[in-house]
């Protein structure tokens, strides 16, 4: 059984030409038929993260955006760099749908049991392609809401808490003891907050405005660090000696901040040396870059000793090491605490076409902390 929906949605999409031209526009796609172990969800929520500017917006100078189209059906175009476009050469003349994650209610449902149980229900689902009215996914990439959960509770269930809480499993599976974040005040950094209270794990708070550090004060965090105070790096290399923190997760990815908080770990491990070493402690120290608020390079100075470590982290290859225990448990434990660890807080909430609006779309991309857009396609 299946309640009657249209048979076209809008999606949004974004188009890269060769040409160097970046296309964003709101397209009438067919509303899937789903197989025995699928659903239909008309989607309600869904959130604009770092990772779905990335698709949508790529490579452009946004500065030369300009509008288009009408009022429903807006049109934006920007021009893509060269040096852009060589890196986006698999995604050319490609229209391609937007939007990691979202929540909505099934209204259509596969003969399987398990797709039939989940018909009229209220979901969050993982797969792409969000940015739409409509969007069907296989059983085993949605998970029923709490009682009394809106879509709007659980439009954010997978990318932030999940990745929030890879990181202290992170912490766990290489045997170290605490946990420095960047951009600490992010929607992301409040939920880390409270897991590594609730699971006594230290964390290191790096913010870099007042306003964050009382918003982290007031949730309870011990150890906060401005970023822009005249004693920045004593105040960051006294809190990691008190922490025993040897692991960093760095949001913002470019500029000196994961090279700083590479020197900062040494620093705080060579004041608890019995011996000098020309080679420095000998800690090894580990920066995963998993944003790129700051797209310029990323600089390492010298002072980070010869055991130091930076590379990228990603939660999807994360979670395929993790195993299918620790994934449950993860899963299981953002559906407990849906409204309380793992609440997020949007700053508006706009439709499809406003998405488009271009002021808005200067607004979202500037990926300011503690600034979040949902959409909602219903809208």
């Not at 899937?32 to 500017?53: C, F, H, K, R």
């Not at 918003?215 to 922490?243: C, H, Q, R, W």
């Not at 997760?249 to 770990?265: S, V």
């Amino acid at each position: 059984m299946s309640q009657t929906v249209p048979a076209t949605g809008l999606q949004l999409r974004s188009l890269v030409t060769k040409d160097g031209k970046l296309e964003l526009s709101l397209a009438e796609v067919a509303v899937p038929e789903p197989g025995p172990d699928d659903v239909v969800i008309q989607i309600e929520a869904t959130p604009i993260n770092p990772s779905d500017l990335g698709l949508l917006v790529g490579g452009a100078d946004m500065r030369t955006a300009k509008a288009s189209g009408t009022k429903d059906r807006p049109v934006i175009t920007a021009d893509v760099p060269p040096p852009s476009l060589r890196a986006m050469a698999a995604r050319l003349d490609l229209s391609m749908p937007v939007g990691n994650e979202g929540a909505g209610v099934v209204v259509k449902a596969g003969s399987s049991p398990a797709a039939q149980a989940l018909l009229g229900k209220r979901v969050t689902g993982l797969g792409g392609e969000m940015y739409a009215q409509y969007r069907m996914l296989n059983v085993a990439q949605v998970m029923e809401l709490p009682a009394g959960a809106s879509s709007r509770d659980g439009a954010s269930c997978f990318v932030n808490p999940l990745t929030a809480l890879s990181f202290v499993e992170t912490m766990r599976l290489e045997g170290r003891k605490g946990i420095v974040h960047t951009a600490a005040a992010s929607n992301l950094g409040q939920m880390l907050v409270k897991i590594c209270q609730k699971d006594n794990v230290p964390l290191v708070n790096v913010v870099r405005k007042k306003e964050q550090a009382d918003l982290l004060k007031g949730l309870g965090a011990k150890y906060i660090v401005d970023s822009t105070s005249p004693n920045f790096m004593e105040e960051l290399i006294v809190a990691l000696a008190e922490t025993d923190t040897t692991l960093g997760f760095d949001a913002i990815g470019g500029g000196p901040l994961a090279g700083q908080l590479l020197i900062a770990m040494e620093a705080a491990a060579a004041r608890k040396m019995k011996e000098f070493s020309r080679y420095g402690s000998g800690q090894e120290t580990q920066v995963y870059i998993y944003g790129r608020l700051d797209m310029s390079p990323t600089t390492v100075p010298a002072g980070v000793g010869f055991a130091w470590n930076m590379s990228g982290y990603l939660l999807t290859p994360f979670l395929q090491k993790a195993g299918a225990e620790i994934r449950a448990k993860m899963r299981q434990r953002v559906m407990d605490e849906l409204t309380t660890t793992f609440a997020s807080h949007y700053t508006a909430e706009i439709s499809l076409a406003e998405a488009l609006n271009l002021d808005t779309l200067h607004a979202y991309n500037a990926k300011a902390t503690g600034t979040k857009y949902l959409i909602n396609p219903a809208k």
